[in-house]
């Protein structure tokens, strides 16, 4: 019996690793002759919203409100979509991006969508009352910190590729998102809903559309040297 378990979690180990080497094999590259996507997010549906009723901390958390989960501008454009392309092996630099960080402020987390790669997160707590900020990978606790005073700091890591829930054990309405990308092919929408991802290596890719009502859809997109691929996405549900 002990056996067996030993072999079950031999082969469980290995897969776990395996998938970890395999998600951490973006190389930084010269580019020859990639190619450019681009296109809007667009949502045609029933926004569902979500209700910040605090029940403590009052005079620092405000008043019960609706809030809606889809963003939206003229047309329909979807503002706060994170836009991405799986499977890219190689090709440019990542950007020059600052460490992430989720600010408790007034009770709401600051901001309320963002995308990082993987590595260091900073938690800020902005507000004179504690909070314990808890994110998630779908179920799996990412980190889980309290934040006991003013100006409170921890910084924590974010291991993994896709959204990060994150919720504050002590105020139970608050939400916010995390989306940590695979590679520098990445965009997040503003209010025109308009995505590009430049010089993408030639190749047959999955575009990916993360939405925090609809979450992720995926669409086959091909990018051929030298051209501009454009792909506008309708959501919806």
């Not at 939206?72 to 092996?89: C, F, I, P, S, T």
């Amino acid at each position: 019996m002990r056996r067996s378990l030993n072999v079950v979690l031999t082969f469980t180990l290995a897969l776990v690793f395996a998938a970890t080497a395999n998600a951490a094999k973006y190389k930084e590259e010269a580019v020859s002759n990639g190619g450019d996507l681009k296109g809007t997010i667009t949502y045609n549906g029933v926004i569902k919203t979500r209700t910040a009723l605090p029940t403590k901390d009052k005079e620092v958390c405000g008043k019960p409100r609706k809030i809606p989960l889809v963003m939206l501008g003229d047309g329909g454009a979807v503002q706060d979509a994170v836009v991405y392309l799986k499977d890219v092996e190689s090709g440019k630099a990542w950007p020059d991006m600052q460490r992430p960080v989720i600010n408790n402020i007034a009770c709401i987390f600051e901001p309320h969508v963002q995308v990082a790669r993987r590595g260091k997160v900073d938690i800020l707590n902005s507000d004179p009352v504690l909070h314990n900020t808890h994110g998630y990978y779908g179920k799996a606790t990412a980190f889980n910190v309290a934040l006991p005073f003013k100006d409170a700091k921890v910084t924590k890591i974010l291991k993994r590729f896709g959204p990060v829930r994150t919720d504050c054990d002590a105020h139970g309405w608050m939400l916010g998102w995390v989306v940590v990308v695979p590679n520098p092919y990445f965009m997040q929408t503003g209010s025109d809903g308009n995505y590009s991802i430049t010089d993408v290596p030639p190749g047959d890719y999955t575009l990916v559309v993360w939405q925090e009502q609809i979450g992720e859809t995926e669409t086959p997109v091909t990018i051929k040297a030298g051209a501009t691929t454009e792909i506008s996405i309708e959501l919806g549900g």
